[in-house]
């Protein structure tokens, strides 16, 4: 079984600058994440989506963040402007569907470094 | 707020077991406990689950006290791969999971 893919796995940028991640589930997981982690901090939740609807993305500075799942199937999350502080691993996750019986394991692919200088 | 408690670093030796305290004394009826682990450079790895019941898998174990309170993931026989930062999450996963990481263990397993 295919994990969860992501890309760029490395992204350096300065700051004031854009960048996209892109990310392809597990096939037939219809819940997808988004994270951000902080060097020596654990994962934080940004997005959250079900099929192509979010669920919740309160913790997602929306001044400069933006994701869509437009066919319910990969993302893509997107800084702009990039600050200094969002230097950090970018996360993708995905898990079955809200409903099924474990919907707590999710499956997280190796994250996108980003550097912004 | 952080709904679990745990050390910030811990060691044992290649071959032992590693029994890794996890404290949620403010758990709820509905809430799971999960452990997941990061090794370094990788994504968060599932781990086991468990509501109320000791459970065990192809990889750890894992000991509920009957108050809930606290728990134990055990991994029997710890080899140097098991290095990583292991993370005890409580959640409500039966409507829309969002599992909440903390700052977990540091677990470094040595010769």
């Known amino acids: 079984e295919a994990g969860v893919a992501q890309s760029p796995r490395y992204k350096i940028i300065e700051k004031r600058q854009s960048v996209a991640f892109w990310c392809n589930p597990i096939?037939?997981?219809?819940?997808l994440y988004w994270y951000q982690q902080i060097l020596g901090q654990g994962p934080k939740l940004l997005i959250q989506f079900q099929n192509n609807g979010v669920v919740d993305d309160s913790q997602l500075p929306k001044d400069r963040f933006s994701a869509e799942r437009l066919k319910g199937v990969d993302s893509t999350l997107k800084i702009q402007p990039a600050k200094l502080e969002d230097s950090a691993v970018y996360l993708c996750?995905?898990?079955?569907?809200?409903?099924?019986?474990?919907?707590?394991?999710?499956?997280f692919g190796e994250g996108s470094r980003l550097t912004v200088l | 707020d952080a709904k679990t408690t745990q050390p910030t670093s811990m060691d044992c030796a290649e071959g032992r077991a590693a029994n890794l305290p996890c404290n949620h004394s403010t758990i709820s009826g509905n809430e799971y406990v999960y452990w997941y682990r990061q090794i370094h450079s990788q994504g968060p790895q599932y781990i086991i689950h468990g509501l109320k019941n000791n459970e065990t898998n192809e990889m750890a174990s894992l000991i509920i006290t009957e108050d809930r309170k606290s728990s134990t993931l055990i991994l029997p026989h710890a080899t140097l791969r098991d290095t990583a930062v292991y993370y005890c999450?409580?959640?409500?996963?039966?409507?829309?999971?969002?599992?909440?990481f903390g700052t977990g263990t540091r677990l470094q397993v040595t010769l």
């Open positions: 999450i409580v959640e409500n996963t039966g409507t829309a999971s969002k599992l909440t």
């Open positions: 996750a995905s898990t079955h569907p809200i409903g099924h019986p474990n919907t707590g394991e999710l499956f």
């Open positions: 096939s037939g997981h219809a819940t």
